[in-house]
């Protein structure tokens, strides 16, 4: 298997699980993730980034008669009007199968008769397109998109933003006095904060927002029909919370605990100057994180009182 710096996630779909025990077998010895659920809606719902290079859909789609079969489907940004594409491999190789998934907003549709053989073949040239699909719009040490991807969904999502005219909130954060990380450690083990920084914010993130790394400690998230400024806020705490009451493994027996400032920028029809850009966006949470990390002590100060607060409470 071609070598990822993520393993590839396998996600079969079928409420057969005798049909799909045996593949997914194979592919588990040969080291890839798999998950298996009933129905498309089942394992959408359990995928938190259905942009994730990736992963890889298989829809084991047999009907009467049929002895083999599957649909590879790879989704990306379905939410935000993306193109979704579909390799679909069938064992009737109908007109009307290339019908339905064109109807249902296909980007490319390949039909043939897929035996077993075919179709490890067929998942080995996908691994090998979203291997290179990951290392071009990924960063590296955080596997979650970098600032070319990241604004080529940003204008997306700004797009649908201003289209259906609801609110977006645009957040520029960084970690607070990062650079004595790398003064106090070596830069690996800077590196594991920066990891740990991105695993606690994807867990307090929603679905639908979009969140990449900008450059350096310097990430950006986007939430699109966000309420108000609260919202963002309101993440900021949690967000700082969890970082500082969770400890930070950086090796050698050394831990750590962290903490992030936001710069805020929300763009409405409703704000006077307002503009559905990236640069826009980019330039006002800079602006605002400037400003913000004015009072990042008084904030982590308060915030470290609201914890302990809590603590002598349970």
Known sequence: MDNFEVKPKVIFIDDRPDVVAGRAKILEGMGYLVQIYSTSGQALEAVHDLNDPTIVFVDMDMGPGEATGVQIVAYWDENHRAPLTIWAYTADSTSKTETRFRRAGADGVVSKTCDFDTFM?????????????????????????????????????????????????????????????????????????????????????????????????????????APDIDFALNLEEALNTALLTTLTDLGGGDHDTCCVTFGICLISKDVEGSEYTMSYLVDQTAVSLRERKKTKYDRKDALLKKIKEAAREL
Not at 139 to 162: C, H, S
């Open 121 to 225: 073949g067929v998942m080995y040239s996908a691994i090998r397109f979203l291997r290179k699909e990951q290392r071009a719009t990924r960063d590296k040490l955080t596997q979650i998109p970098n600032r070319d991807e990241g604004f080529i969904r940003g204008e997306k999502l700004l797009d649908v933003a201003q289209r259906e005219e609801k609110p977006l909130i645009g957040i520029m954060f960084d970690l607070d006095d990062f650079k004595s990380y790398n003064t106090k450690y070596t830069h690996p083990r800077a590196d594991r904060i920066l990891v740990h920084v991105v695993r606690m914010a994807k867990a307090h993130l929603r679905k639908a927002d979009e969140f990449f790394r900008y450059g350096g400690e310097e990430f950006v998230v986007l939430c699109h029909d």
